[in-house]
T-cell receptor, first 111, second 112 residues
Framework: QKEVEQNSGPLSVPEGAIASLNCTYS??????FFWYRQYSGKSPELIMS????GDKEDGRFTAQLNKASQYVSLLIRDSQPSDSATYLC???????????FGTGTRLTVIP | DTEVTQTPKHLVMGMTNKKSLKCEQH?????MYWYKQKAKKPPELMFV???????INESVPSRFSPECPNSSLLNLHLHALQPEDSALYLC???????????FGPGTRLTVT
């Protein structure tokens, strides 16, 4: 099993700012990448998936993938206190019928 | 129906008890997963079922016994658990067409 790494944080940003969450992965064969949001005591919720190099935007969220550098990031624009959660990065390592999760980054948006 | 459901939401059991967790989805997904999650840790894979057959067992102790009676239902049978097995147990499913996994709300298990 190869690594998916995230800064554990905590990451604190003021309300209205851009939150930037980063993730690196070691399996060059990984094809699909996912960001999950998990509120305390709740289950992970899929918020973004990205398969191709470049940016993918969905509302206030933008996922960025750079396969050459083996990193994937999530930008949250106009951060809201309701965005305060742990964000999990995951990939689908080659040949595995499963996702592999990073340790998560805890984000706090300060009103 | 676009959700994964899990019952019960909470479960407290003694170390000699036998109980079962249930997971259900009606999205036609043929891959279903059990994860265990401890506080401040990522989900940890336990079992994967693909087309109702067990395809991955991540060296889980035999006190956890999975079952997939049909394509919509996944059970996790629990017996003689230890206090360290207390955790959030998550079920997930995914469609054949992608690796996007969708999680149920989880069962919070406490072993006393």
């Amino acid at each position: 099993q190869k690594e998916v790494e995230q800064n554990s944080g905590p990451l604190s940003v003021p309300e209205g700012a851009i939150a930037s969450l980063n993730c690196t992965y070691s399996d060059r064969g990984s094809q699909s990448f996912f960001w999950y949001r998990q509120y305390s005591g709740k289950s992970p919720e899929l918020i973004m998936s990205i398969y191709s190099n470049g940016d993918k935007e969905d509302g206030r969220f933008t996922a960025q993938l750079n396969k050459a550098s083996q990193y994937v990031s999530l930008l949250i624009r106009d951060s809201q206190p309701s965005d305060s959660a742990t964000y999990l990065c995951a990939d689908d390592q080659t040949g595995a019928n499963n996702l592999f999760f990073g340790t998560g980054t805890r984000l706090t948006v300060i009103p | 129906d676009t959700e994964v459901t899990q019952t019960p939401k909470h479960l407290v059991m003694g170390m000699t008890n036998k109980k079962s967790l249930k997971c259900e989805q009606h999205m036609g997904h043929r891959a279903m997963y059990w994860y265990k999650q401890k506080a401040k840790k990522p989900p940890e894979l336990m079992f994967v079922y693909s087309y109702e057959k067990l395809s991955i067992n991540e060296s889980v102790p035999s006190r956890f016994s999975p079952e997939c009676p049909n394509s919509s239902l996944l059970n996790l049978h629990l017996h003689a658990l230890q206090p360290e097995d207390s955790a959030l147990y998550l079920c997930a499913s995914r469609p054949d067409s992608s690796y996007e996994q969708y999680f149920g709300p989880g069962t919070r298990l406490t072993v006393t």
